[in-house]
Structure formats: structure tokens, C-alpha cells
């Protein structure tokens, strides 16, 4: 009986240590092939989610798998960080072992929030306007702007609107500085930060202000990785 328990007990220690070993390979391998479709600088972060993780490399088949990417540069807009969740991915253990380059691997459907920071957002406002916040879910801008050959102080709450190829910045409630009338100040705020062509084919469904900028929502369905 002793010598069962024991068994038993190694076998169980084996499995472990087998589990963790393949989900290891196959998080390296995903990373490696997300890396080298969408050009990334460097490899992403890969949690395969489910224990055992064993009984989903048999079937080929992954529930959910959460995905962190680092910087990077789109239709040149700095992209702060990308974090989005797999679901249904297909991808067989017995390729992966044989020919892993040659083995497809694809998602059902993809959820993420891509983060752009409020340095970026600047840097593609008007000229003299800066991107700032209170640390709440505003978006806010101040700076100058020129009328009729002078710096006229102005600050606005900005309104987020997701349009063709991007995100549309325009002011809701504009304050000017000074006595100096002002001609339909939004046109002189308004801007557009062109957001496309993003990895994991994300396409925007939604977009929020945060303490850190603006939080870009999106989702994509039938998505190769490799």
C-alpha cells in the first residue's frame, strides 16, 4: 500500500512538472510567432490560462490566453502598451513538437485596450496645444493659438469620437483668456490621431479618457498569429 501511495504521489509530481514544462513551450512559441507577424521590437508576454494545462495541449485547443505587447509604433502613433485576451485558440501540441513553424495557430475571437499616452496625443495636437489631465477620466487641453497675429490663452474639455482611420479630438466647452473675440475656436482644437492597422487585427469599439491618456477598446474575430 505504502509503495502505491508513493506511486501515485511521483506520478502526480511527473504530471506537474510535465504541465508546467508544455505550457512553457507553447506560451514561447505563440510569442514567437505574434513577434514575428506584426514586427514587433521585442517578444510579447503569454499566459496560456486553465489548469491542467495538459488536458488543452491534447485537444489542441486553448480556451483563453492573455497577451501583454510593449511599445509600439502604428501609422506613426506611440502605442504605450497593448493588452488583450485570446479566446478559442487552435493550435495542436503534436505540430507545435513537429514542425512548429509550420503550424497555424489562430484565435476565435480577441478582445484588448490599446494605451496612448498623453506625450502621443500631444505631439499630434495643434501647434501650442498640450494634452493634460486632474488625474480623472477628463481629457483636457490649454495652450495658445493664433489670432489675427496674437497668442491667445485657451483652455477646453475635449470630446473623443472614433472616426475613419482613427480618433477625433474636439473641444466641448472652450474658454478663452484675455478680451480678444474668438471666431469658432474648435477649429483651431479639433485634431485627429490616426489609429489603424493594429496588431492582433483589433478594430476600435470604444475609446475612453484615463489617468494615463486615452484607453482604445477594440476586438477582432478569426485571427491568424502566425
Not at 504605450?80 to 514542425?99: F, K
Request: aromatic share 2%; charged share 20%; net charge positive.
Amino acid at each position: 500500500m505504502r509503495k502505491l501511495v508513493v506511486a501515485v504521489a511521483l506520478l502526480a509530481i511527473v504530471l506537474v512538472v510535465l504541465d508546467r514544462v508544455a505550457v512553457v513551450g507553447v506560451q514561447r512559441e505563440i510569442a514567437r510567432q505574434i513577434e514575428a507577424k506584426y514586427d514587433l521590437a521585442e517578444a510579447p508576454s503569454v499566459q496560456v490560462k486553465g489548469i491542467p494545462f495538459l488536458t488543452q495541449a491534447i485537444s489542441g485547443r486553448y480556451e483563453e490566453i492573455s497577451i501583454g505587447i510593449g511599445k509600439v509604433e502604428r501609422e506613426g502613433v506611440q502605442l504605450e502598451r497593448i493588452d488583450a485576451t485570446l479566446y478559442g485558440v487552435t493550435a495542436p501540441l503534436s505540430d507545435l513538437i513537429q514542425n512548429a513553424a509550420a503550424t497555424e495557430i489562430r484565435a476565435d475571437r480577441v478582445t484588448g485596450t490599446v494605451v496612448i499616452s498623453r506625450q502621443t496625443l500631444s505631439a499630434h495636437a495643434p501647434r501650442g496645444i498640450k494634452v493634460e489631465g486632474a488625474g480623472d477620466d477628463k481629457l483636457r487641453v490649454s495652450g495658445n493659438v493664433p489670432v489675427l497675429g496674437n497668442q491667445v490663452p485657451v483652455t477646453a474639455d475635449m470630446k473623443i469620437q472614433v472616426v475613419q482611420g482613427g480618433i477625433r479630438l474636439t473641444p466641448a466647452n472652450v474658454k478663452i483668456a484675455g478680451a480678444i473675440p474668438v471666431p469658432n475656436p474648435e477649429r483651431l482644437i479639433s485634431f485627429t490621431v490616426p489609429v489603424k492597422n493594429l496588431p492582433l487585427n483589433l478594430r476600435i469599439t470604444r475609446v475612453k479618457s484615463t489617468s494615463e491618456g486615452l484607453a482604445v477598446q477594440g476586438t477582432a474575430s478569426d485571427v491568424p498569429l502566425r
